[in-house]
């Protein structure tokens, strides 16, 4: 079987959309997420925040059945990475490329099925949040976890620059 390549351009499905820090004396404040902006289909079940130290990567992995909501908002900048592994969709083997973080907030929403990775591009560690549609190892983390990881396989598709 040939490996897949994987060509630059916009995944269907993929939500990417600035986040707004409003700043004053006392410091800033950002809605990273609100009901009425949001398809149903998204509504978080969980949120977590990770931290990640510079030029550490997380991922690549994707989920079967977990779409996640990511946001970016500092203290450090991350290079994310995306690749549309759906055989099913209009937009299978695209590839994109993009930051976010703290000079440049902003959520993404990926759907089940793209292959995601984010790298701290930044100096110094940085945080992400991630408020996903499905609970980690299900009801009372009982459930096999929905992932995929491609990280550990050096003959994957999915790498990083």
């Known amino acids: 079987m040939e490996p897949q390549i994987f060509n630059f351009g916009k995944i269907d499905g993929v939500i990417i959309k600035p986040i707004e820090k409003y700043v004053d004396e ?12 949001l398809d149903a289909q998204h509504f978080p079940v969980m949120s977590y925040v990770s931290q990640t130290q510079p030029g550490i990567a997380r ?7 977990q779409t996640d909501y990511f946001a ?20 299978n ?15 993404v929403i990926i759907p089940p099925g793209v292959v995601h990775a984010y790298k701290n591009i930044g100096g110094k560690a940085g945080w992400v949040f991630n408020a996903p549609n499905r609970l980690f190892a299900g009801e009372g983390k009982k459930e ?18």
């Open 144 to 161: 096999t976890v929905d992932e995929i990881r491609h990280e550990d396989d050096p003959s994957s598709p999915f790498q990083l620059d």
């Open 59 to 65: 991922g690549p992995h994707e989920h079967v059945e």
């Open 72 to 91: 970016f908002i500092g203290p450090s900048n991350f290079k994310v990475y995306l690749w549309d592994h759906r055989q099913d969709s209009v937009t």
């Open 26 to 37: 006392r410091g800033w404040l950002a809605e990273l997420f609100r009901r009425d902006e």
């Open 93 to 107: 083997g695209i590839r994109m490329v993009f930051y976010l973080g703290e000079d440049k907030p902003g959520m």
